[in-house]
């Protein structure tokens, strides 16, 4: 192609999206989802700035909800340019929320005596610093290719924390809303008129917010309930003639100085002489849970954009996205910030998948900070402090509420006990007590981390059923559709994980020939709540590349706790088959496969007789010769053919249906060793040797079958011993291919 041609190609290739971004209906619904988003950001920037710069940093409250929009707008532009996903949303995340607070406020106390500006700064530095080193440690775990390793960490630790992020968020919902005069930890100071009638309207807000998201999921819920609380609390204020300086006085609106109020600049390097840089040394231990906290919730999220997306993201590279947004952020005023999934997957439910719906949402967020905070003074704090308890209220039902009856209660015990740990001891002792928890856990399982004991394809571990040989040998040419996983021990939070990445090796090595996959729990002792995290990925896996997920096991509460992940993905039995033994499975996956088979599936089909003989013998008159020896018979399904132990007097070929071979075993217990299907041949050793029956045969479905007893046999020999012969020879080259196939299974089990 010449350089004009190509030159030409890239123009309308260009012309043709800039056109496609000017549909109406595609700028229509991008600039809504943009909206939307920034309305939700603007209100997070304004509670976490709110709950962070409260106490004496109060009046630099505008501040600090300025330096939280500021890393919306940054972080929400460079995060999706370079981010796997375009429309990924990102910005401050509220969970991150109270472990500034703590940090504010054990800077604001180390430093009590000292102007509130100096704190302020301090406070400023610090944030700063920390996402920084935030930043660089998310950029080099994403660089090392580690960000796998951290979802190792247990799931009831993970949850515990994210529970106590919970409380702390709800205990400053409720500073913010009725001021310092309430102490969550003494139910005596809510008794007082004056901290009642401020923390009522905000309890009642985050209540109905929580109550409305629970019940509607529709994209303009927040925006209206928005509005209509903000719009109330003025119809109130003009019905009771009450001003806003009043109001302001009050504390029910945000107490700007309207004069010297701004969002930006937030700090600049004339301040940096003022900074205590030894206080700022000092938030080392709140620096390093902010890392692991982070590079979690980064990797949950990025877990939940991959379901609301449905399509892989790479964890490494988002780390490495993350981290260097948030290295530039640190010198461009921009604290800690990275992808949020609840707000993308509201994006992308709205249409706004494009990156021009990222252009639009960064420039109405830069547009709230050149206007300033005068429009968002008139938030009421009942408005800001209900949407903190909302959001911790929140975490608190995904964390603990939704769980309480999927999960054992041993994990259940754990999350209590973290929780109980930050709400009373701390963030930090929180914290200490989830790695203790880790550890107790790791401790517990890791003798049993061997959890695959056996891996094979359809072609080396074959079912116990005999089937004609055509059939036979077309499952040995597409053994591979099926691949088999044969599980041991105690599946685990770092197990489940390994076996998740093994299994997408086996799939993503060939594509083309992965349709089936069975997965054998028959030999595990126990699994975690963590399991259930790897099996909804797999399965959303399997739903993209059109696989059928085979569970098979004995013990129903691990197979129902797996199992229950399908019910609430809402898979059809085309993605989702549960039986109790390996076989059974592996059998079924086979007559699928049987059933894309040329000749059609010949186990529901009666054969003709001379035709069965002629594909065992391949002798047209040696055919006619034996078949006059055998007898057919029909048999009723239920029936027994024989049982264990009768006398051995004569051999059948299955002309249609299917027989179970059936070994009693002491204590009423009998097991099916092995189903006949039609073209294969049962009981031949009675003819040759008269021993007894060593197992019973039973009628599966109604069965045609084609009979050769001892007598008749022995006859055949005497009268046509030529054709014995070739008899007896075919019989052995069956026997022979039987003996291999289940060699061929044994040999692949013990891998």
Known sequence: MSSTSKSSSVKNHWKSFVTSLLTPSILFRNMSAAAVLAVLNVATAVSIGTLIFSGPLKSFVSLGIGL???????????????????????????????VFAVMAATIALSMQGQPNETIAVTVIAAILVTTLIVGIFMFTIGLAKMGTLVRYIPYPVVAGFFAGLGYLLTKGGITVAAGPLADITSLTSFLTAEVTIHLLPAVLFGVVLLLMEQRFSHWLLFPTILAAGIGLFYFILFATGTSIETATQNGWVSAFDKSTASFFPVFSLGQVPAVDWSVVAQQFSTVIVLCILSVIMLLLDISGVEIAIN???????????????NIIGAFVVSPLSFGVAADTAVAHKLGGDRFIMIVIYTALILTVIAVGPAPISLIPSAIVGGFLIYIGLNFLIEWIWKKRSKLPFTDLLVIFIILAGVAVLGILEGVAIGIFMATVLFVHSYSQLSVVKSAMDGAEHVSNIDRHKNEQAYLDQHGELIQIFVLQGFVFFGSASQLLEKIKLVINGDRANKRFLVIDFNHVDGVDSSVTNSFAKLMKICIRENITLCLTGKNTAIIERIANVGEELKLSTNVLQIFRELDEAIGWCEDQILLKFSAGNSSNQVMNSDELLNDLIEDDEAVATISKYFKKETILEGEVLFKQGDTGNSLYLILGGAISIVINLPGAHSVNVRTMRAGSILGEMAVYTGAPRTASAVARRDSVLFKLSTKDYQSLVLSQPSEAHLFSACIIKIMAERLARSNKSVLALAR
């Open 68 to 98: 939280f929009l500021i890393a919306t707008a940054v972080a929400g532009l460079i995060i999706p340019a370079t981010s796997g996903y375009k429309g990924l949303i990102a910005a401050p995340r509220s969970g991150q929320a109270p």
């Open 311 to 325: 399509r892989d993201l790479d964890p490494n590279r988002e780390l490495r996205t993350a981290g260097l947004s």
